[in-house]
């Protein structure tokens, strides 16, 4: 349970953290509240992540002290995606779903590492793909199958 002394303002700014990606019992995909095909999905989650245009209602970036950064501190999003799907969803959607928050993530890991770097991700030594992971986290949640499309 939240601090009961803690500001409403407080409350607000975290939800600002999450999107909720939703996947229904007709494989239908709703992102944060806007319905969209999953060839959208990708580049909807790379722009709630990196949040370039500092949007108030995109997720808040913290100054972190990064281990092993040659500049010493990055603005690490806290943005969090919330995958919740119905028990009606098929396999085949939830894995495009999955595939497509996991490519956004990579694909962001991938353009730090050509700034930073100067190559891929993968072609980085083992401190500098922590150095990313660090700078480019990957934070997915998983809520567990609903029942929403059921009809009583």
Do not use: H
């Not at 319905?35 to 245009?53: C, R, T, Y």
């Not at 959607?93 to 928050?101: D, G, R, S």
């Not at 991938?110 to 922590?130: C, H, I, V």
């Amino acid at each position: 349970m939240p601090d009961p002394n803690q500001k409403v303002e407080d409350q607000k700014v975290n939800r600002r953290n999450i999107i909720v990606v939703k996947i229904n019992s007709a494989d239908r995909i709703l992102a944060g509240t806007e319905a969209i095909d999953v060839s959208q999905l990708k580049d909807k989650i790379k722009e709630f992540l990196s949040n370039p245009a500092n949007d108030p209602n995109l997720p808040e970036k913290e100054v972190k002290e990064i281990e092993g950064y040659s500049k010493g501190s990055y603005p690490v999003s806290k943005g969090v995606i919330s995958l919740q799907n119905d028990r009606g969803t098929s396999y085949q959607a939830y894995i495009a779903v999955q595939n497509e928050l996991v490519k956004a993530v990579n694909e962001l890991r991938d353009e730090f590492s050509m700034r930073e770097f100067g190559r891929n991700y993968s072609a980085l030594t083992e401190d500098q793909q922590k150095v990313v992971r660090d700078c480019v986290p990957q934070n997915i949640s998983e809520a567990e199958p609903k029942d929403v499309g059921k009809r009583r």
